[in-house]
C-alpha cells in the first residue's frame, strides 16, 4: 500500500497556523490579505489530523506582528499559532475572541449609519463571548455568523 504523504518543507521564520477546520484555509487566507504581502505562504488543505480528522495548516515566512491575530480569532480562536525561529518552534500563542474588530464583517443593517457614511469604518463589539455574539458599534445589529 502506497502512503498518500505531501511533503511540506519547514520554514525559518514566520508562522505557521495549525489546527485549523478543514476548508477554512483560504478564507483565512482572504481575511489575513495574505495575497497583498510580499511573502512565501504555504496552503495545506485536508492533512490528516487525529484531533480533528482533518484540519488544514497555513504556513506563513512572516513575522507574526504582520498578522492580525484579532481577526485570526475572530475566525476561530481554536486555532493554534506557532512562531517559528531558525527552523523551530519558540513559541505557541493563544487566541481569544477579540473585543472588537474592525472592517472585518459588514453591517447587514440599511439603517445604519454605516450604510450611508461609506468610507466609516464597520467596527463591531463582542457583545456575549459564551455565544460568540458580535453587534455593531453603532446600530447595534447582531451579526450573523453562517
Same mark, same amino acid.
Given at each position: !500500500?502506497?502512503?498518500?504523504?505531501?511533503?511540506?518543507?519547514? &520554514?525559518?521564520?514566520?508562522?505557521?497556523? /495549525?489546527?485549523?477546520?478543514?476548508?477554512?484555509? !483560504?478564507?483565512?487566507?482572504?481575511?489575513?490579505?495574505? %495575497?497583498?504581502? %510580499?511573502? *512565501?505562504?504555504?496552503?495545506?488543505? #485536508?492533512?490528516?489530523?487525529? @484531533?480533528?480528522?482533518? @484540519? %488544514?495548516?497555513?504556513?506563513?515566512?512572516?513575522?507574526?506582528? #504582520?498578522? /492580525?491575530? /484579532?481577526?485570526?480569532?475572530?475566525?476561530?480562536?481554536?486555532?493554534?499559532?506557532?512562531? &517559528?525561529? #531558525?527552523?523551530? &518552534?519558540v513559541e505557541k500563542q493563544i487566541l481569544?475572541?477579540?473585543?472588537?474588530?474592525? #472592517?472585518?464583517?459588514? *453591517?447587514?443593517?440599511?439603517?445604519?449609519?454605516?450604510?450611508?457614511?461609506?468610507?466609516? %469604518?464597520?467596527?463591531?463589539?463582542?457583545? /456575549?463571548?459564551?455565544?460568540?455574539?458580535?453587534? *455593531?458599534?453603532? *446600530?447595534?445589529?447582531?451579526?450573523?455568523?453562517?
Open positions: !500500500m502506497v502512503e498518500n504523504r505531501l511533503n511540506v518543507g519547514k &520554514i525559518s521564520e514566520g508562522v505557521v497556523l /495549525d489546527h485549523i477546520p478543514a476548508g477554512k484555509s !483560504m478564507e483565512i487566507y482572504k481575511y489575513l490579505h495574505l %495575497d497583498q504581502m %510580499d511573502c *512565501c505562504v504555504a496552503i495545506i488543505k #485536508n492533512a490528516r489530523s487525529g @484531533k480533528l480528522g482533518k @484540519k %488544514d495548516i497555513l504556513k506563513i515566512e512572516s513575522p507574526v506582528e #504582520n498578522i /492580525d491575530l /484579532d481577526i485570526l480569532g475572530f475566525i476561530d480562536h481554536t486555532i493554534t499559532v506557532n512562531i &517559528i525561529r #531558525n527552523e523551530t &518552534i481569544t475572541l477579540p473585543k472588537e474588530i474592525k #472592517n472585518v464583517i459588514k *453591517c447587514k443593517n440599511p439603517r445604519c449609519i454605516t450604510s450611508i457614511e461609506q468610507e466609516l %469604518d464597520h467596527v463591531f463589539f463582542l457583545s /456575549d463571548a459564551e455565544t460568540k455574539t458580535y453587534r *455593531c458599534k453603532y *446600530c447595534e445589529e447582531q451579526y450573523h455568523r453562517h
